[in-house]
């Protein structure tokens, strides 16, 4: 008796395979492209979400009070070419003077720099205090790493417009300031400049602290001084503590080593906040001298106010 062999000639099961599994396997598509799209948007808002926090982390403008600067200074009020409206303090030095540009950190306003600014004035220096969009007065316009350039710009334009060129300015940072003094000497603006506990970029600081997160994708301002710096062609100083708890010193040492001719001044024991407090004559003179490396020297005041002849 002949036997026949089964699934030669294609069988019902054979018959409902070919009819029903190219529609299982579009309906598991469908959901593998419906899971994938679910984990996209939840990782896109993540870090979207992370961005924004890094954002508030660096600039914490809301946490810092709007002090009102004392009489007798000198207020600026330009706008920006974005048309925000930037804000600035001057104590005006002589008409020939060097003037100190300084841009505060990121947990201070302009006013908290009238001590360096009273300082400096008695050497016979002028300085502008340039605010940062969304800090202190200067509450119009959120801050960011373009947004600050753009105020820094504006206070520079006009100080232009003043009669008061670049090649009288000294750009300074403190900290989250450094970054935009760093950028304002990679475009020109000034004619010398002087870091005080710089960092290579912000990702850099964050990834210092926390190796493994990935903080170049999750910080939108990156402030990348490092990747500038032999853009910066102009007489540097750097100012570094070397126990600093926030900004490592092998940071400063590094930008040291690839702005050309830039000094480290080191700061012995020194940490992110006590600078002045433990070589306050020190850096009076680096800066002093980076100053007068332009024009030559001042007269010293007694008074701390400015010499006649001032500019407006």
């Known amino acids: 008796m002949a036997i026949r062999k089964r699934g030669g000639g294609g069988g019902i099961g054979q018959n409902v395979r070919a009819l029903f599994l190219p529609r299982l396997e579009a309906k598991n598509l469908r959901r593998s492209c419906v899971r994938f799209a679910l984990l996209a948007f939840g990782a896109v808002a993540v870090l979207v979400g992370a961005r924004s926090m890094s954002r508030r982390f660096v600039f914490p403008a809301n946490q810092v009070g709007a002090a009102v600067p004392p009489a007798g200074i000198v207020r600026w009020n330009v706008r920006a070419r974005d048309g925000v409206v930037a804000r600035a303090l001057q104590i005006p030095g002589a008409s020939d003077a060097p003037v100190f540009v300084y841009f505060h950190n990121n947990r201070q306003t ?76 990679r475009r020109g603006r000034g004619a010398a400049l002087l870091l005080i506990a710089p960092y290579t970029s912000l990702p850099d600081v964050v990834a210092d602290a926390v190796p493994l997160l990935p903080a170049g994708l999750l910080m939108p301002d990156k402030f990348d001084t490092l990747g500038k710096s032999r853009d910066i062609h102009v007489p540097t100083v750097i100012v570094h503590g070397d126990a600093d708890e926030i900004v490592p010193f092998w940071m400063g040492r590094a930008l040291a080593r690839t702005i050309s001719g830039a000094r480290l001044l080191r700061v012995r024991g020194g940490h992110h906040g006590d600078l002045f407090t433990r070589e306050r004559d020190g850096i009076l003179d680096a800066m002093t001298a980076l100053a007068t490396g332009l024009v030559g020297p001042r007269p010293k005041l007694r008074d701390g106010g400015p010499p006649a002849g001032r500019t407006g």
């Open 110 to 185: 302009m006013v908290d720099g009238l001590g360096l600014a009273r300082a400096l004035a008695s050497r016979g220096f002028g300085v502008v205090l340039p605010e940062y969009r969304g800090y202190g007065l200067s509450r119009d316009g959120d801050p960011s790493e373009a947004g600050l350039y753009s105020d820094a710009e504006a206070v520079l334009d006009h100080l232009k417009a003043r009669k008061i060129g670049k090649e009288r300015i000294v750009l300074c940072g403190m900290s989250l300031g450094t970054g935009v003094a760093a950028e304002m000497a």
